[in-house]
């Protein structure tokens, strides 16, 4: 049961033009969620979050969206650089803490 | 600050065999989680530990087992290895793991090859 669904595996965009990476979760009861960003050979690090009380967070290049009656989350990079490419896990935390739920991962491709 | 330790960084066992691996979380923080990677499944949650006491478990079998010592370093073990184990093995950690607006610091992982 997947409870936080990334279906694009992979996205390729320009340098300098607009990255959208979509997530869809299906338990109301989470209340938090993440952006994680991560490069070969590397782990996962924080990129940028949003309480479910917002619907909107922008933290320089980068803004996420919630739509909680769809059930959906975005990350919005723009511009996109060659910097960005690399794997994005969506992840979400139930209301009562403990355990993060992560996505499959977006694979981000920004050619120069 | 020194981050999230994780050893070794690559492994290479065959089946039947068993394999620690380990992790040693920021100083201060004490819970500790543990993910695996494989591709197209993304990071899946093994289970987390705080103060030596294992608090949440994700759907995997007995054969994945862990323990957290009182310094808060923790080790995964896997008995019986089979094929498909093979994976990135993640290592988490955050202060206190209970709020749901905290975040996870995660190591670089631990490369499981099992042939």
Known sequence: DQQVKQNSPSLSVQEGRISILNCDYTNSMFDYFLWYKKYPAEGPTFLISISSIKDKNEDGRFTVFLNKSAKHLSLHIVPSQPGDSAVYFCAASPNQGGKLIFGQGTELSVKP | ?115
Request: charged share 15%; with cysteine.
């Open chain 2, 1 to 115: 600050k020194a981050g999230v330790t994780q050893t070794p960084r690559y492994l290479i066992k065959t089946r039947g065999q068993q394999v620690t691996l380990s992790c040693s979380p920021i100083s201060g923080h004490r819970s500790v989680s543990w993910y695996q990677q494989t591709p197209g499944q993304g990071l899946q949650f093994l289970f987390e530990y705080f103060s030596e006491t294992q608090r949440n478990k994700g759907n995997f079998p007995g054969r994945f087992s862990g323990r957290q010592f009182s310094n808060s370093r923790s080790e995964m073990n896997v008995s019986t290895l089979e094929l498909g184990d093979s994976a990135l093995y993640l290592c988490a950690s955050s202060l206190a793991g209970t709020g749901s607006n905290e975040k996870l610091f995660f190591g670089s992982g631990t490369q499981l090859s099992v042939l």
